[in-house]
């Protein structure tokens, strides 16, 4: 019985590569016309030479007529044209039509990535996305720019050259068959051992540029910690497991190369000596003979390099299976069949409602047993907490980031799973302490909340979170760069270009989660300063440690176990000497 997932993951690999083929269906037969005429002119050339020998050879010797030898290289050189002029216009062509198909999959990818949910990103580490869009894609690249023509190609000559023996000399083309049964041992035993290996050659190779990835990404972590030695010996062990694939499919190789020339070697000497004993006995001519023998060297010439094809193909179909498996993911975000539009803003925010929601990251553990919260619109709340109280769970399920398991999360009464994303995006915007920064300036990074904005407006938003200040005084103010992942800003300053981002994209709800905790004590009283007129017309829910960032709620909940365990306006909760009243006794100790 076959391996079910072995056929799945062939069956899948197939239907990528046809819908990757599909819009070029056109092009690629007349790619393989351009084929059809280069191998023509190629094969031209041997039996040529077999007519030049028997039919101009002898009236040149005799007569001294070498109008036959002059019409036979006028012929050559003719075939070696239209050789060389359709080998060039096919590389031309088939270049475009290579980097077209390698363009739609790395476009296709990326977009499905993009479009998949946080939760995919979070179990599927970044250095197997890198793999997939890098060495796997590089992988289909070796395979479309050389190996696949070359292949169409020297079937084209097998065949060709097939019938071109028979023709000539019968006994000649059914002698050279006699290889064929060894050849498909050969050929057998290659394939069914060298696809796994080159597999595992895939597989080692993406764990590989994983480590690499992780280890240069946490490298403060790295060496704040001396773990040097330790990636060392890790990566060690990983290349070691490269080399040990590369050196299987490297003894696959060692055995099959030299075994499909032995077969070609002896079938060669066989020919020889039949046809150089029918020559001797006048019953084949020499130079058909000797056509024979040019031509039977061309026959086995694609299966000595059968091995480099097989080399890309192998890798190209692991590449192929491990593409297909991500864009076969699908987000766990599921995106209405019928958008419900949300009703008209009013300018006071929106509500937000979360009616018996259970939620956990693993089906085992929930985070949230059964929350129900309702804020209403224009309302700021804050939420405190220990860690894993819910608070930042609470976050990403009101900014749809993932679905809950049970209840709902509504906007102004619509389920945000029934919402359009576009007008969900543009309606709630959420803060993290991560505060993420692309490369380009200051301003390009506040503009990617809203790209079509104004550098006036980029300014006012900047302006409005306390932000100008400081901006305008880095090396070149807005137009700053802010390098790989904002590396030279500090993290305070990270932390307000992000928010100036978030004021820029105007949302109706915002969501800070922990959003000022990388900012100083008069950074963080100047946002709060900016928040109050901010927050004045908009739903906002702030997540935060410190108890200063509270003083601007209208209410304040405290969560503990994804519970709410205290509710009202911070005066009432201080009266009350709850939890809340006690968190503030330890903070002003």
Do not use: C
């Not at 060495?135 to 070359?150: K, Q």
């Not at 480590?211 to 030695?229: F, K």
């Not at 985070?367 to 209403?376: A, E, Q, R």
């Not at 309302?379 to 109280?389: D, E, S």
Request: zero cysteines.
């Amino acid at each position: 019985m076959p391996d079910e997932a072995g056929v799945r993951l062939r069956r899948r690999s197939r239907a990528l590569l046809g819908s990757l083929l599909r819009p070029y269906r056109g092009r690629l037969a007349i790619a393989s016309l351009l084929l059809i005429v280069q191998n023509i002119s190629g094969l031209a050339a041997p039996y040529l030479i077999s007519v030049g020998i028997d039919a101009g050879l002898p009236p040149l010797v005799d007569d001294g007529d070498g109008s036959v030898i002059l019409a036979v290289a006028g012929a050559l050189l003719a075939a070696t044209l239209i050789e060389y002029v359709a080998r060039r216009i096919y590389l031309e062509f088939s270049a475009r039509i290579t980097h077209g198909i390698l363009y739609d999959l790395r476009r296709r990818a990326f977009a499905h990535l993009q479009r998949l949910s946080p939760a995919f990103h979070e179990r599927y580490t970044s250095g197997r996305v890198i793999s997939r869009l890098t060495s796997d894609v590089d992988a289909l690249t070796d395979l479309l720019d050389g190996s696949l023509d070359d292949l169409v190609m020297q079937v084209l000559n097998v065949l060709a050259i097939g019938a071109i023996l028979m023709v000539l000399d019968w006994r000649m083309g059914l002698l050279t068959l006699v290889a064929f049964p060894f050849l498909a041992l050969v050929i057998g035993w290659f394939r069914r051992r060298s696809g796994p290996a080159y597999r595992r050659t895939r597989e080692s190779v993406a764990l590989v540029i994983v480590h690499i990835v992780e280890t240069l990404g946490g490298m403060r972590a790295v060496q704040a910690y001396r773990r040097e030695p330790r990636n060392d010996v890790l990566f060690g062990g990983l290349a070691g497991a490269l080399a040990d694939a590369d050196r299987k499919v490297l003894r696959l190789l060692a055995v099959f190369v030299p075994s499909v020339y032995g077969v070609s070697a002896a079938t060669t000497a066989l020919v020889l000596g039949v046809g150089g004993w029918l020559a001797v006995n006048g019953s084949l001519q020499v130079g058909v003979l000797a056509a024979i023998l040019l031509y039977v060297r061309r026959f086995f010439d694609p299966m000595e390099q059968l091995s480099v094809f097989y080399n890309s193909l192998q890798a190209a179909t692991a590449a192929l299976e491990k593409i297909s498996g991500v864009l076969e993911e699908q987000s766990e975000l599921t995106p209405p069949a019928d958008p419900v539009p949300l009703p008209a803003r009013n300018g006071r925010g929106r509500e937000l409602e979360l009616r018996d929601v259970r939620f956990g990251y693993r089906g085992d553990r929930l985070v949230l047993p059964g929350l129900d919260l309702t804020i209403p619109a224009g309302q700021t709340v804050a939420m405190l907490g220990a860690t894993g109280a819910g608070k930042s769970t609470i976050a990403r399920l009101l900014g749809r980031f993932y679905d809950p398991l049970a209840g709902s999360v509504r906007l102004d009464g619509v389920d945000l799973r029934e919402v359009d994303e576009d007008a969900l995006r543009a309606a709630i915007v959420t803060v993290t302490q991560e505060n993420f920064l692309f490369r380009g300036s200051v301003a390009d990074n506040i503009q990617f909340g809203r790209p079509d904005a104004s550098r006036a407006e980029v300014e006012a938003a900047a302006a409005e979170v306390g932000a100008e200040r400081m901006i305008r005084a880095l090396p070149a103010g807005f137009d700053t760069p802010v390098g790989q992942r904002g590396t030279r800003l500090s993290a305070g300053q990270r932390q307000l270009v992000a928010f100036a981002r978030a004021v820029l994209a105007d949302p109706d709800v915002l969501i800070l989660d922990e959003a000022t905790s990388s900012l100083d004590i008069p950074s963080e009283r100047a946002v709060q300063q900016a928040l109050r007129t901010l927050l004045a017309d908009r739903t906002a829910v702030i997540i935060a440690h410190r108890l200063s960032t509270v003083e601007i709620a209208d209410r304040v909940l405290v969560l503990d176990g994804g519970r709410i365990v205290e509710d009202g306006p911070p005066t009432d909760l201080l009266a009350a000497e709850g939890r809340y009243a006690a968190l503030q006794e330890l903070a002003t100790r």
